[in-house]
């Protein structure tokens, strides 16, 4: 495994776990709980020490279930998890929108503590930017759980360049994660100079496109009733049909690296900065395995300014999310 360094010195490997498929059903059928466990446990072997959950994954039920596959090796991973949306932290029932006051984050932080069998969250992020609550309040919030020892990292989530600065001002943050790939290359814009210049790690989600970048799905894919992709602009019929052509360069990579689409995608983020920890998610271990892989491609310069002068010409057809929830981003 390689690592890398995010932020004021939390180390990490360079390709970390993102577990919200694990426990909720987001493209199609829920997972099986034991063979996720033996998954994330399979993960840490192979040398993953970050995982990334949330509260709002379940909701709480993800939590849980890392609390549970990662009891054993609690001091060897980094558990990163999220506050921020209107839900009860005992019994999960949602409200509406987000909530980031002081006391609904600290009572959050309290049953996240419970739920994953730990004494401390490695890297905690707001899930959300809450538009109610100025971010100074939510910076200082965490700072006081950092203080008591209960937090150890503070971190940001599809936050915009001018609320990073305000938190950070308050409290230095670890990590920004926000979605990230060559199917999403907005951070380029002023997210990446800007994590650049503070000095602050980035954890891309979505490195894969949601799977498009795979190669597995084309303009003929039916994804299942509860598939959110059935409601995401760019995965719509006809946005696939254009967006294959990005697809289809990335095959050609693949082939002549002798690797899979999935490698290369990888890949190519790992080399974007050394200061970027991808979360690829998945529940089959053979796809742990493959994206695991990546590690071992090596991209050069020429290939990829090559890939550069090829992106630049492709335009990506869609949105990245539905109008609805771009709205609750901080962007």
């Known amino acids: 495994m390689k690592y890398r360094t995010l932020g004021n010195g939390l180390q990490v490997s360079a390709l970390g776990l993102g577990c919200m498929t694990m426990t909720g059903a987001v493209y199609g059928s829920a997972a099986d709980k034991q063979q996720m466990i033996q998954l994330l446990r399979a993960a840490h072997e192979w040398g993953v020490t970050l995982f990334d959950t949330a509260e709002a994954y379940g909701p709480l039920t993800n939590e849980s279930l890392l609390g549970e596959a ?90 915009s360049v001018q609320t990073i600065r305000r938190a950070h001002a308050v409290q230095p943050l670890t990590a920004v994660q926000s979605e990230y790939s060559m199917f999403w290359r907005g951070p380029e814009n002023e997210l990446l100079p800007t994590l650049e210049e503070l000095g602050i790690g980035f954890v891309p989600f979505s490195p894969l496109g949601a799977g498009f970048l795979t190669g597995q799905i084309d ?30 360069m990335v095959k050609v990579i693949a082939t002549a690296k002798g690797a899979t689409p999935a490698q290369i995608a990888l890949a190519w983020l790992l080399a974007q900065k050394p200061w970027i920890a991808p979360i690829p998610g998945t529940t089959k271990l053979h796809r742990l395995d493959e994206n695991l892989g990546a590690l071992n491609v090596e991209l050069t310069t020429d290939e990829l300014a090559q890939i550069s002068s090829q992106l630049a010409k492709i335009e990506v057809q869609g949105e990245r999310l539905p109008e609805a929830v771009l709205k609750m981003t901080g962007l």
């Open 219 to 248: 303009a003929n894919t039916q994804f299942e009733a509860g598939d959110f992709r059935n409601f995401v602009p760019r995965f719509a019929e006809e946005a696939r049909k254009a967006n294959l052509a990005l697809v289809n």
């Open 70 to 159: 990662l009891a054993p090796i609690r001091d060897q991973v980094i558990i990163a998890t999220k506050f921020g949306f209107d839900i009860d932290p005992v019994t999960g029932a949602r409200g509406t929108g987000t909530n980031s006051r002081p006391e609904h984050i600290k009572a959050s932080v309290e049953a996240s503590l419970k739920r994953l069998r730990t004494d401390h969250i490695d890297l905690l992020y707001q899930h959300r930017v809450d538009p109610a609550v100025p971010i100074e309040e939510v910076a200082g919030a965490v700072k006081e759980l950092i203080t008591a020892g209960k937090v150890l990292h503070f971190g940001l989530s599809e936050a």
